[in-house]
Every structure is written in structure tokens, then in C-alpha cells.
């Protein structure tokens, strides 16, 4: 939690399963986005305030602390339900009533009517199904800026064949989500050669990714913040 001025700030993060009621095993989609849910809220309890919890069969949503790492845990999430699509919407503000800390129901305010503004931003124009990520904050110019570079981002992981999508997974899996990590390392963590990690590696944009997304992390807290 941040404090500007008394206030305290919190972010809301809502996710939605893409076209889940086409699926044909759906109540088994919706046992594996439960026990989902478990995991993200052992994983980064650290910065959670009231947990993740699923809504509906195929909506879920979450309080955060103010913190950088709301595109990592939006890549673990959204790379740990493949093949399944998630689209995201991040709202930053406050809250109005009591938060519920033990799960993320019934609680009301500015972060939660941001992050459905973004949500349904995504709904609206995700660049012909490639972004599946909007960011609403108080600040519109702020948000504008953040979502050009998000939807690069997500035009560049769009392109990822399976093995390239591996790399961030085992980025995400051992800490080592910045562009800075050794190669020969990775390699070893994927049970490939370096000359064919290194391969993979620049046909993807991994680097530019993850820089960019550093990028986005930083003037999300400096507009937040503010």
C-alpha cells in the first residue's frame, strides 16, 4: 500500500477468461483456474491485500499493493493457463468500504471501477485479438502512455512460438524476470545448447519485451505515486 498525501493507494487487478463459454470442458477449466488462483495468492502474498478469488465461473479479481511486479505476475498467470486466454484490467485508487481480507468480494471504490474501465477497454479494441492488457489510473495521460506500451509488448508475445514462450516461463519459474540474465544459465534451465538457446532468444524480442516491460513497471509506480 502506498500513502500520497493520507491516502492510501491500492491496485485492483480483474482478469477474464477469454471466450469460455465456447469451451467444451469448462467446469474443468474452472477447477484449474481455482487451484490457479491458490498458487498466485501463495506465490506473491507479499504484495497481496485481499486475494485473488473467482467471481463468476470464468472472472476473477484481486486488491495489490502499489508494486512493480504487476506485469510479472500478470505474465505468470497468464503463461501458466495457456493454451487459455486471459485478458487483464489493472485499475490504481482507492477503496471506499472495508477491504475483505479473505477474499476479494464486496469491496468497492475507485480502484475497482478503474480496473473494469480498463477491462472493458480490452473488450473494446485489443489490436484485432493481440493485447489483452489495459491499464485505467486516474491519470488518462498516464494510462494512454502505459497502454502504447503495453500493446507493443503484448504484439511481440503474440508472435512467440512454443519454445520461445519456454524462455519466460523459465524466467518466471527461477526469479529471472529482467532483461539482464545469463544465457548459458537459461540454456541449462531449458536443456538446450547456447548457440541454440541464443537462436531462439533473438528471433523472439524477448529482450525488448522484458525491457519495455521494465519500462511500463517504472512509469506505472511514477504515475501511481504521484
Not at 21 to 31: A, F, M, P
Not at 42 to 61: A, H, K, L, M, W
Request: charged residues 25%.
Amino acid at each position: 500500500m502506498e500513502i500520497t498525501g493520507g491516502v492510501a493507494m491500492y491496485l485492483a487487478l480483474i482478469g477474464d477468461l477469454v471466450s469460455s463459454k465456447k469451451l467444451v470442458n469448462r467446469s474443468q477449466i474452472q477447477e484449474a483456474l481455482l487451484s490457479l488462483m491458490e498458487d498466485i495468492n501463495q506465490n506473491y502474498q507479499e504484495i497481496i491485500v485481499s486475494p485473488f478469488t473467482v467471481t463468476t465461473g470464468d472472472e476473477f479479481q484481486a486488491l495489490l499493493k502499489v508494486d512493480g511486479r504487476i506485469f510479472q505476475l500478470i505474465d505468470d498467470i497468464s503463461l501458466r493457463f495457456l493454451p487459455h486466454t486471459i485478458r487483464f484490467g489493472i485499475g490504481a485508487g482507492q477503496v471506499i468500504t472495508e477491504i475483505n481480507r479473505q477474499q476479494s468480494i464486496g469491496s468497492d471504490g475507485p480502484v475497482f471501477w478503474n480496473a473494469r474501465k480498463a477491462i472493458n477497454e480490452v473488450h473494446r479494441k485489443n489490436d484485432y485479438g493481440t493485447t489483452q492488457i489495459a491499464v485505467c489510473l486516474e491519470n488518462e495521460e498516464a494510462s494512454v502512455r502505459l497502454n502504447t506500451l503495453t500493446a507493443a509488448c503484448e504484439f511481440i508475445k503474440s508472435r512467440w512460438t512454443a519454445n520461445q514462450i519456454a524462455i519466460l516461463k523459465v524466467l518466471l519459474e527461477n526469479e529471472l524476470y529482467q532483461e539482464d540474465f545469463e544465457h548459458k544459465q537459461v540454456a541449462a534451465l531449458l536443456g538446450i545448447s547456447p548457440s541454440a538457446f541464443n537462436k531462439r532468444l533473438k528471433a523472439s524480442g524477448l529482450k525488448i519485451y522484458l525491457r519495455n516491460k521494465a519500462l511500463a513497471s517504472d512509469l506505472f509506480l511514477e504515475a501511481v505515486r504521484k
